[in-house]
């Protein structure tokens, strides 16, 4: 069985400061991870993802992520904010090598911006 | 190439009536779920069609629900007898075989149960 944990349902920083939203997830196999974002009235657009190889993942406008076995973490990083990065960000497993499994969702982190 | 589209956006239904909401996939794409969004529960997986294979409805909170898809492509999920713990954003995603995990999504459909 897989699960996803966010800590901090609610993320405030300034324009400018570091973004860390926090993501564990417990499997039983190999995970698949992946963070998805949410803009107001929008629907999920994937931001990068984790199957295999290098483990510091790049995704679109300038979040990464690091996936580490160890702490059974995938925690998503921006250097510094911006006030178009204020959304819904949901991390997500799925199982490695099943094609077409479902994805489990964590509950979401909202993340606010301010000037 | 045109995205994942659903249809309605919104609908508002008094309880007990049922509803239809439909999910054309991103063309090609051979798997199809629907997801389930409500304040306090976050996205809940409800159904799974991979090809002409038998679905996953192991996702599914009732035997009011239940979803169809024809000819690998357009689905249908229905809600029959809606209950106004129904009321939530229904999210469809497809995905090609090829791309383990990677689903790509609508915009939802907002039910708003009365």
């Known amino acids: 069985a897989q699960s996803v944990t966010q800590l901090g349902s609610h993320v405030s920083v300034s324009e400018g400061a570091l973004v860390l939203l926090r993501c564990n997830y417990s499997s039983s196999v190999p995970p698949y991870l992946f963070w998805y974002v949410q803009y107001p009235n929008q629907g999920l657009q994937l931001l990068l993802k984790?199957?295999?190889?290098?483990?510091l993942v790049k995704g679109i406008n300038g979040f990464e992520a690091e996936f580490k076995k160890s702490e059974t973490s995938f925690h998503l990083t921006k250097p510094s904010a911006h006030m178009s990065d204020a959304a819904e960000y949901f991390c997500?497993?799925?199982?490695?090598?099943?094609?077409?499994?479902?994805?489990?969702f964590g509950k979401g982190t909202t993340l606010s911006v301010s000037s | 190439g045109a995205g994942v589209s659903q249809s309605p956006s919104n609908k508002v239904t008094e309880k007990g009536k049922d509803v239809e909401l439909r999910c054309d996939p991103i063309?090609?794409?051979?798997?199809l779920y629907w997801y389930r969004q409500s304040l306090g529960q976050g996205l809940e997986f409800l159904i799974y069609?991979?090809?002409?294979?038998?679905?996953?409805k192991s996702g599914l909170p009732s035997d009011r629900f239940s979803a169809e898809r024809t000819g690998g492509s357009v689905s249908t999920l229905t809600i029959q007898r809606t209950q106004q713990e129904d009321s939530a954003v229904y999210l469809c995603?497809?995905?090609?075989?090829?791309?383990?995990?990677?689903?790509?999504f609508g915009p939802g459909t907002r039910l708003t149960v009365t």
């Open positions: 997500a497993v799925s199982a490695l090598n099943q094609a077409g499994t479902a994805l489990i």
């Open positions: 069609f991979q090809g002409n294979s038998a679905p996953d």
């Open positions: 984790y199957t295999t190889g290098a483990t």
């Open positions: 995603a497809s995905s090609p075989l090829r791309d383990i995990g990677e689903q790509y």
């Open positions: 063309s090609g794409h051979t798997a």
